[in-house]
């Protein structure tokens, strides 16, 4: 088997059917296709089954973030080279035929590529990445990275050396993605891509994006319901990768992170935080900074918020 993909969906039949159709429609390669179905009802599986009989089904009724649910089927993949993409992604060209032939052509020591990742309007959202680490994160926090702006490894033109992944997409060797150990189960929502990207380099492999070939990204720009629980379990994710063992990270980007969002909690007390997407700004706000020091993991953060 040359490529098995694979698709974590949270129980969004539309959108995942979107994704499917358009990376059947455009793509020769052969390949395998895992979908992870995470809280799908018996009956929507049924249909799905039914309409795409190539696909694998695997079914995932706990609670697991982005890690865990990806692991459980590429525990089961047998192809050379691994597709990981969202649900929330279509193709509009053959992104995998493509990236499968830079792989091919590209050295053995190169882990993975990734396409430009683009949303609906066609702006960018990412083309290779830079490194991220603690300063980088905490300009990402007050919205001061901009990664549309080319540099050394993003937004360049062609094939070219990046630093880190997206996990919307991106197309790896088995191989190496196996001896990295799949992705990191102690992060929940954020940031595995990146710690798998990074850690690849430190083990010696490339990484390269690839600005001719381009998925889009429906990612979402509303905030949902569930952001009072998720948040929290992100921004942890990030302490844990960001600040590791250090107790002098973890009291700077810690100490950062409470100030910012007790100045968003007190933001919202001024306008007005009873009803509506303020109220909940506020709530996401509150939790974020009132469990930002604990010692709870990712995953507990969110249960503990999700209810």
């Not at 992604?89 to 499968?100: A, F, G, K, N």
């Not at 683009?118 to 926090?141: D, F």
């Not at 001719?212 to 949902?224: D, F, L, M, Q, R």
Request: net charge positive; aromatic share 12%; hydrophobic share 40%.
């Amino acid at each position: 088997m040359k490529v098995s993909t694979v698709i974590v969906s949270m129980n969004r039949p539309e959108i995942l059917r979107a994704c499917l159709y358009s990376l059947f429609a455009y793509n020769r390669t052969e390949m395998e296709v895992f979908v992870v179905a995470c809280r799908y009802p018996k009956e929507t599986l049924d249909i799905l089954r039914s309409e795409f009989p190539p696909v694998k089904f695997v079914e995932s009724d706990g609670i697991r973030g982005f890690s865990e649910n990806n692991n459980l089927a590429l525990r089961q993949v047998s192809g050379e080279y691994i597709f990981i993409v969202n649900d929330d992604t279509e193709q509009e060209m053959p992104v995998v035929d493509r990236l499968v032939a830079d792989l091919d052509r590209l050295p053995e020591n190169v882990a993975a590529v990734s396409p430009k990742i683009v949303h609906p309007s066609g702006k960018v959202q990412t083309c290779g990445r830079a490194p991220w680490g603690m300063c980088r994160y905490i300009r990402h926090y007050l919205h001061l990275v901009n990664e549309r702006i080319p540099t050394r490894w993003s937004c360049r033109k062609g094939l070219f050396e990046t630093r880190t992944l997206n996990g919307a997409c991106f197309l790896s060797r088995a191989s190496a993605f196996r001896e990295a150990g799949w992705f990191d189960e102690r992060f929940f929502f954020t940031p595995e891509d990146i710690a798998l990207g990074q850690k690849l380099v430190k083990m010696g492999y490339g990484l390269y994006a690839d600005a001719n070939t381009i998925i889009v990204h429906k990612a979402g720009s509303t905030v949902g319901p569930m952001e009072a629980a998720i948040k929290p379990a992100r921004v942890r994710g990030a302490m844990l990768y960001y600040a590791g063992e250090s107790r002098f990270k973890r009291a700077i980007l810690g100490s950062f992170i409470h100030l910012v969002e007790s100045l968003r909690c007190f933001k919202y007390l001024i306008i007005g935080h009873k009803s509506g997407r303020k109220a909940l700004m506020f709530t996401t706000a509150r939790n974020v900074r009132e469990s930002v020091f604990s010692l709870q993991s990712p995953k507990e953060i969110f249960i503990r918020y999700a209810g």
